[in-house]
């Protein structure tokens, strides 16, 4: 199994904690990078791509939805305008507390999103993300 890097848009600081441990205890990934708001992730995402170190492009994102600055549906907007410079495929997935019927109904209206999980996310979690994508 290729190692697969990970990152997670996630304004919780307290899941931040959680998950970071939950993707070291997986050991599946080469690497993983947090970001507390959308913007942070895509001002990254483009600083990869203008720098052309393409080998740095995330495999698996896991975003929030609501986040302060840019939530997790502008995020998928922006991610749109960037896909004609992204060589590979880059797994999305929703990863919300929220119950409502309307995020994950939402969710599926973009095709760049591959699933919904609902918090908390566990280390089973993460193996069939990977797994799903082999």
């Known amino acids: 199994m290729n190692k697969k890097i990970i990152w997670v848009v996630d304004d919780d600081a307290i899941y931040q904690t959680i998950i970071n441990k939950l993707i070291q205890k997986a050991g599946i990934f080469s690497s993983h990078s947090s970001f507390t708001n959308g913007k942070e992730a895509i001002t990254n995402l483009n600083s990869i791509l203008d720098n052309k170190k393409t080998d740095l492009v995330p ?10 600055v840019m939530d997790g549906w502008e995020f998928m907007e922006e991610i749109k305008s960037l896909k004609s410079l992204i060589k590979k495929e880059i797994t999305i997935y929703i990863v919300s507390s929220s119950i409502a019927s309307e995020d994950k ?18 280390v089973n979690d993460l193996l069939s993300i990977v797994t799903e994508k082999e």
């Open 59 to 68: 495999d698996i994102i896991l975003l929030d939805i609501n986040m302060p």
């Open 105 to 122: 109904n939402k969710s599926k209206s973009f095709t760049d999103i591959t699933g919904y999980i609902p918090k908390p996310i566990s």
